[in-house]
């Protein structure tokens, strides 16, 4: 997982700047995309991979903090690193609020960008790991049959199997088979490990 | 061009008994005198009319002409003190004689104060009184018209110019109570003008011949004269005074009470009045002028300010921006290099970047100096006490607002330097306004400004200009001329860079050092003109 392809998206209006920030990152070994404006970075394909942005804080049209704002709407969660001409005290506030991993002013030391880069590149590493968690924990609880949701909803609510026998108006043993299914289909080991799945899926818990 | 000289004319064309009047004030005036005749016509079949028991307006009368001469005295000394010209001090203190006399001559006034019991002072006090200010007035015009010191003495030290008005002030009281004292311990040993309390003797004719005698002189030497606003308004005053004198004396018979009597004091009234309103009238005109100018003036520093600061951010982002791609690149550059094998062929490109970018850098810092180059082509020889006191009148609002004391002190013989005039002109004036941005803090002590200029050494020319503010840190004094270093909350920190950029430019030096004990000293030097171009001279 750790040989994955990292990749740095760096946008600013300088050439100057995106060529020796693109040979930067590659000499550290990071893939590293340069686009002129935001808008070429939306309008273009985005490889899979973990990543993070290197951003201009003053671009022309859209500014780096409005382009921030939006992506948060779009559903891009790529972590974003600030870069400015001039170290603009509120501007940085602000940007740090939203959510950015660092600001930095021009010229900064390679070191700090290459740090904020590697905790960006961490964070994104860890959202997509979990995001792929997530997505095939929800597809295993997509097999399920509508009475292996039932009895997993009320197993993960702690009931033992006879009160679930009663529930659903089952034999103990049909529930017992349920059950085990519950078990092979989510690839839960224990009940710990389903209550857990069940706690990540947000499983909505019957009431009585 | 002197320093003194450009201060004296933006003074003279404020003041008004140095203003020349206009033709609307002149016909203004005329058309006063005109009215003013006509009252005098109209009264004329009446004039023998007695009015009795009237006395009981004389104390009003007195007292409003008291008030408008004591207020005029008061206006003219404030002029007295601006313009410190001797002629106006006499002026203001026939005013003033004119306006104390009133009293006693009101208090002394038959059956007019009967109700108080006050100690008879005889029959012939009042007359006596009157004729010492009638008499009095028109000689302190004279003083005014003879004394002739306009050639304007605002260096006249403000001291002395006090100690004038408190000497003046005490010699006219001590004259009028010399004047009542004479009058009311020896009223039967005056000649007798008074038949009885109403009606006047043979002897009095010579006294209204006398007064428009020397009104007449009065008159003629300011016609002949009449250069300023204040002149054309005394010839309205002297106008009423003779219609006045008419009234009272020929035309009312010299009989008291009568409407011929009482017309000739409204003249009298209106003659104290005059002046005082042109005076006001003016102040207000100048009030008005004044925060305009101010509002203009800071409009006009406001937009020079944002433009420099726009431009020194343009030009911070210019140079920054290459700045930071080529460390950058050679961060990369040394990253390939320590790679395990070494990738020769990126960082010969991030080395080539780097050239790149510094010729780019290049560029722009060569852009800004050609822009003050182009500047610098039209040098010629500048008169730095002029270009001083040129700077110094536009700062004057920010002198008069911030309270600060205004010392110079400037070579009359200074050489010539050649120079961009508007360049040097703003090293003074970001001189000046830090000198006064730095004193606004400080409440303790005076606010003193001092400018001087002077001659160094045989060539060279040594401006210094000190303040008594808050002074400077050591830090600030090691990092003052670097860019971007301020210590002010709104400062870009690009005025003295720019300040020692332009004066190096001209082939000087501009440092600081601090002032003993408050404040601080800037000083440049400029090379005279003679060392810098003397083929210019030859050729001229």
Request: charged share 20%; with cysteine; net charge neutral.
């Given at each position: 997982m750790?040989?994955?392809?990292?990749?740095?998206?760096?946008?600013?209006?300088?050439?100057?700047?995106?060529?020796?920030?693109?040979?930067?990152?590659?000499?550290?070994g990071?893939a590293?995309e340069?686009?002129?404006?935001?808008?070429?970075?939306l309008?273009?394909?985005r490889?899979?991979?973990?990543?993070?942005?290197?951003?201009?804080v003053?671009?022309?049209?859209?500014?780096?903090?409005?382009?921030?704002?939006?992506?948060?709407?779009?559903g891009?969660h790529?972590?974003?690193?600030?870069?400015?001409?001039?170290g603009?005290i509120?501007m940085?506030v602000s940007?740090?609020?939203?959510?950015?991993?660092?600001?930095?002013?021009k010229?900064?030391?390679?070191?700090?960008?290459l740090?904020?880069?590697?905790?960006g590149?961490?964070?994104?590493?860890?959202?997509?790991?979990?995001?792929?968690?997530?997505?095939?924990l929800?597809?295993?609880?997509?097999g399920?049959?509508?009475?292996?949701?039932?009895?997993?909803?009320?197993?993960?609510?702690?009931?033992?199997?006879?009160?679930?026998?009663?529930?659903?108006?089952?034999?103990?043993?049909t529930?017992?088979?349920?059950?085990a299914?519950?078990?092979?289909?989510?690839?839960a080991?224990?009940?710990p490990?389903l209550?857990?799945?069940?706690?990540?899926?947000?499983?909505?818990?019957?009431?009585? | 061009?002197?320093?003194?000289?450009?201060?004296?004319?933006d003074?003279?064309?404020?003041?008004?008994?140095l203003?020349?009047?206009?033709?609307?004030q002149t016909?203004?005036a005329?058309?006063?005198?005109i009215?003013?005749?006509?009252?005098?016509v109209?009264?004329?079949?009446?004039?023998?009319?007695?009015?009795?028991h009237?006395?009981?307006?004389?104390?009003?009368?007195?007292?409003?002409?008291f008030?408008?001469?004591l207020i005029?005295?008061?206006?003219?000394?404030?002029?007295?003190?601006?313009?410190?010209?001797?002629?106006?001090?006499?002026?203001?203190?026939?005013y003033?004689f004119?306006?104390?006399?009133i009293?006693?001559?009101?208090?002394?006034?038959?059956?007019?104060?009967?109700?108080?019991?006050?100690?008879?002072?005889?029959?012939?006090?009042?007359?006596?009184?009157a004729?010492?200010?009638?008499l009095g007035?028109?000689?302190?015009?004279?003083?005014?018209?003879?004394?002739?010191?306009d050639?304007?003495?605002?260096?006249?030290p403000?001291h002395?110019?006090?100690?004038?008005i408190?000497?003046?002030?005490t010699?006219?009281?001590?004259?009028?109570?010399?004047i009542?004292?004479?009058?009311?311990?020896?009223?039967?040993?005056?000649?007798?003008?008074?038949r009885?309390a109403?009606?006047?003797s043979?002897?009095w004719?010579?006294?209204p011949?006398?007064a428009?005698?020397?009104?007449a002189i009065?008159?003629?030497?300011?016609?002949?004269?009449?250069?300023?606003?204040?002149?054309?308004?005394l010839m309205?005053?002297l106008?009423?005074?003779?219609?006045?004198?008419?009234l009272?004396?020929y035309?009312?018979?010299?009989?008291?009470?009568?409407?011929?009597?009482?017309?000739?004091r409204?003249?009298?009234f209106v003659s104290?009045?005059?002046?005082?309103?042109?005076?006001l009238s003016e102040t207000?005109?100048?009030?008005?002028r004044?925060a305009?100018?101010?509002?203009?003036e800071?409009?006009?520093?406001?937009?020079?300010?944002?433009?420099?600061?726009?431009?020194?951010?343009?030009?911070?982002?210019?140079i920054?921006q290459?700045?930071?791609?080529m460390?950058?690149n050679?961060d990369?550059g040394?990253?390939?290099l320590?790679?395990?094998?070494?990738?020769?062929?990126?960082?010969?490109?991030?080395?080539?970047?780097?050239?790149?970018?510094?010729?780019?850098?290049?560029?722009?810092?060569?852009?800004?100096?050609s822009?003050?180059?182009?500047?610098?082509?039209?040098?010629?020889?500048?008169d730095?006490?002029?270009?001083i006191?040129?700077?110094?009148?536009?700062?004057?609002?920010?002198?008069?607002?911030?309270?600060?004391?205004?010392?110079?002190?400037?070579?009359?013989?200074?050489p010539l330097?050649?120079?961009?005039?508007?360049?040097?002109?703003?090293?003074v004036?970001?001189?000046?306004?830090?000198?006064?941005?730095?004193?606004?803090?400080?409440?303790?002590?005076?606010?003193v400004l001092?400018?001087?200029?002077?001659?160094?050494?045989r060539?060279?020319?040594?401006?210094?200009?000190e303040?008594?503010?808050?002074?400077?840190?050591?830090?600030?004094?090691?990092?003052?001329?670097?860019?971007?270093?301020?210590?002010?909350?709104?400062g870009?920190?690009?005025?003295?860079?720019?300040?020692?950029?332009?004066?190096?430019?001209?082939?000087?030096?501009?440092?600081?050092?601090?002032?003993?004990?408050?404040?601080?000293?800037?000083?440049?030097?400029?090379p005279?003109?003679?060392e810098?171009l003397?083929?210019?001279?030859?050729?001229t």
């Open positions: 750790t040989d994955e392809q990292t990749i740095v998206f760096i946008i600013d209006d300088d050439i100057s700047v995106r060529e020796s920030l693109t040979s930067l990152m590659r000499s550290v990071h590293a340069s686009f002129e404006s935001t808008h070429d970075f309008m273009s394909e490889p899979e991979g973990p990543a993070c942005i290197v951003l201009d003053r671009l022309p049209g859209q500014s780096g903090l409005e382009f921030q704002r939006e992506t948060a709407g779009l891009i790529l972590p974003i690193i600030f870069i400015s001409g001039h603009d509120p940085s940007a740090m609020k939203a959510g950015a991993i660092e600001f930095l002013t010229p900064f030391r390679d070191q700090d960008l740090d904020a880069v590697h905790r590149i961490e964070l994104d590493r860890k959202c997509k790991r979990d995001q792929a968690r997530l997505d095939g929800q597809q295993r609880y997509q399920l049959t509508p009475r292996e949701q039932e009895v997993m909803a009320l197993v993960v609510n702690g009931q033992l199997n006879k009160q679930i026998a009663a529930e659903l108006h089952l034999s103990e043993v529930v017992k088979a349920h059950r299914q519950v078990m092979h289909k989510m690839k080991k224990s009940l490990d209550v857990r799945f069940a706690d990540r899926l947000d499983l909505v818990i019957p009431k009585h | 061009m002197s320093l003194m000289g450009t201060t004296e004319d003074v003279r064309s404020f003041l008004i008994s203003v020349p009047p206009g033709r609307h016909n203004l005329v058309f006063t005198v009215m003013l005749i006509c009252v005098l109209l009264t004329l079949p009446f004039a023998h009319i007695y009015l009795s009237t006395e009981v307006f004389v104390p009003a009368y007195a007292a409003a002409v008030v408008n001469e005029t005295t008061t206006l003219l000394l404030v002029l007295y003190s601006v313009q410190r010209s001797t002629a106006v001090l006499a002026l203001s203190m026939g003033l004119s306006g104390l006399l009293i006693p001559w009101a208090v002394t006034f038959p059956d007019v104060f009967a109700q108080l019991r006050l100690p008879d002072t005889g029959l012939q006090s009042t007359v006596w009184i004729i010492s200010r009638r007035f028109p000689l302190f015009i004279l003083a005014y018209l003879m004394i002739r010191d050639a304007l003495s605002i260096r006249k403000f002395r110019v006090r100690r004038a408190i000497g003046s002030i010699g006219i009281s001590f004259l009028v109570g010399g009542c004292l004479i009058v009311f311990t020896s009223d039967d040993a005056l000649p007798e003008i008074m009885d109403r009606n006047i043979s002897l004719q010579y006294v011949a006398t428009l005698l020397l009104y009065c008159l003629i030497t300011l016609w002949r004269r009449r250069r300023s606003l204040l002149d054309l308004w309205v005053v106008c009423t005074l003779i219609f006045e004198v008419i009272l004396s035309l009312g018979g010299g009989l008291r009470l009568s409407v011929g009597w009482w017309s000739g409204f003249f009298g104290a009045t005059v002046i005082l309103l042109v005076l207000t005109l100048l009030y008005a004044l305009r100018s101010i509002a203009a800071r409009r006009t520093r406001e937009s020079r300010l944002t433009a420099m600061e726009a431009l020194s951010a343009t030009i911070a982002h210019e920054n290459p700045l930071a791609s460390i950058t050679a990369a040394v990253r390939w320590q790679k395990s094998k070494p990738d020769l062929e990126e960082t010969r490109t991030a080395l080539e970047r780097i050239v790149r970018d510094g010729h780019r850098a290049g560029k722009v810092v060569e852009s800004v100096r822009m003050f180059r182009k500047g610098t082509q039209e040098r010629g020889p500048v730095l006490n002029g270009l006191a040129e700077v110094l009148r536009c700062s004057q609002s920010e002198v008069t607002i911030g309270h600060v004391t205004l010392q110079t002190e400037v070579d009359k013989q200074l330097v050649t120079g961009n005039q508007i360049q040097l002109q703003q090293v004036w970001n001189l000046i306004s830090n000198a006064i941005d730095s004193m606004r803090p400080v409440t303790d002590r005076a606010r001092r400018v001087s200029c002077k001659r160094q050494n060539d060279a020319v040594l401006f210094s200009i303040d008594t503010g808050i002074g400077m840190t050591l830090d600030d004094k090691n990092q003052i001329f670097e860019p971007f270093y301020t210590t002010k909350s709104d870009m920190g690009m005025g003295l860079m720019f300040c020692r950029a332009i004066i190096e430019s001209h082939g000087g030096q501009l440092w600081m050092k601090e002032n003993i004990p408050h404040g601080t000293i800037f000083l440049f030097t400029l005279g003109a003679d810098i003397p083929d210019m001279r030859a050729s």
